[in-house]
């Protein structure tokens, strides 16, 4: 079938929005159309070159839709079901069978590497293939093939344009504060990096009824929208800025939970620093320049780190939930989403950088 796409090729630093032919789905395949999707940062990272991925290819991870057509082994969703699709993982592996499916031994391959070329979901563009399946789904597209892994059924009476940014981003952030670090009510935590996925730990503190929230970020237009979200303080970082000190003066003591989303060593450094006695640290993404957590000191402090992935999140469980509490008024995620046309992919992204905006989301005309 002919589909709109968004394609990243080899050394452009923007997509090019083109006709593509998309395979049908297989017996074990759900055909989605593809209502609203989220941008994340991972999409640009893989645009700009600096994830490596498969090129040309069709990117996007944070699909919403309607399912279109379903394999004949297909039994979790129908034609017409509202559904979310989220990350890709094979069902069958250790820590799928356990509970833990973000962390699938073939993450890698599903998700970034296109491990079922051969499969249904691929892309040509007339004798030329492109490939698909990122994130098991290439939701940059106006409709996208998906497994029952992936494919999240939700309710009918949620706003479907912008559900998709539950799949990964929201989720992550989320998740990191309500299952991995497991934030209890009554407790402080401190945020380093109010993007969407920091601001999504804020709200997700908000739920868990954490007693004080401190956000940190160097935009004060962030902090603005922390503290409209339910952070109870905020701290203006910076080059020179002795960050942990602060979040101390505020906290005495320091925090019971740490979060960071900012991708930076010196952050890591100051959020551990930050940090209680028995305190916990989370972060969500590989640090950029050199991170030396003092041993010692933490093992004299009982402190522990962890990373995280897609907020430790069982999609099948967690995105209907966090839909249950935006439903009932507790957690506002739409707050951080701006919407744009699908053919405005590319300055949606110029956007996001300058900070105009926090969460572009892509919708296609009916």
Excluded: W
Excluded at 140 to 156: D, E
Excluded at 220 to 226: D, I, K, T, V
Excluded at 263 to 273: E, F, I, K, P, V
Excluded at 289 to 317: C, H, K, W, Y
């Amino acid at each position: 079938m002919l589909v709109k796409a968004a394609v990243a090729y080899e050394n452009r630093d923007k997509f090019a929005i083109e006709e593509l032919e998309l395979s049908g789905p297989g017996p074990d395949d759900i055909l989605v159309r593809i209502v609203g999707v989220g941008l994340c940062h991972t999409d640009v990272k893989a645009l700009e070159g600096s994830m490596r991925v498969p090129k040309p290819g069709v990117l996007g991870h944070e699909g919403a839709g309607v399912v279109g057509r379903i394999g004949q082994n297909v039994t979790k969703v129908k034609p017409g079901d509202h559904v979310v699709l989220t990350y890709d993982s094979c069902g069958t592996c250790r820590p799928c069978t356990g509970g833990d499916p973000a962390y699938c031994e073939q993450t890698v391959g599903l998700n970034f590497r296109d491990g079922r070329e051969n499969e249904p979901g691929f892309f040509r563009k007339g004798s030329d293939r492109i490939h698909g399946h990122f994130f098991g789904q290439s939701s940059f597209a106006s409709y996208a093939i998906s497994r029952p892994q992936n494919t999240i059924p939700v309710r009918k009476d949620a706003p479907l344009e912008i559900l998709g940014v539950l799949g990964c981003g929201v989720q992550t952030g989320a998740g990191a504060i309500m299952n991995s670090l497991a934030a209890k009510a009554g407790e402080t935590v401190a945020i380093f990096g109010v993007g969407p996925v920091g601001l999504s730990a804020v709200m997700a503190s908000v739920v868990c009824g954490c007693k004080e929230i401190v956000a940190v970020d160097v935009l004060e237009s962030r902090l603005a929208m922390a503290k409209g979200l339910g952070a109870t303080r905020c701290v203006l970082a910076g080059a020179n800025a002795k960050t942990a000190e602060e979040v101390r003066r505020l906290i005495p003591g320091g925090v019971n939970v740490a979060f960071d989303t900012t991708g930076r060593a010196d952050s890591y450094q100051q959020a551990l620093a930050s940090l209680a006695t028995k305190g916990r640290f989370g972060f969500v993404t590989v640090p950029a320049g050199t991170f030396e957590p003092n041993l010692g000191a933490m093992m004299l402090s009982g402190l522990s780190i962890r990373g995280i992935v897609q907020g430790d999140s069982v999609p099948d469980t967690f995105i209907p939930h966090l839909i249950d509490l935006h439903m009932n008024g507790r957690f506002p995620f739409d707050k951080l989403v701006t919407k744009y046309p699908f053919e405005q992919i590319n300055r949606a992204i110029e956007d996001q950088a300058s900070g105009k905006v926090v969460k572009p989301v892509f919708t296609f005309a009916p």
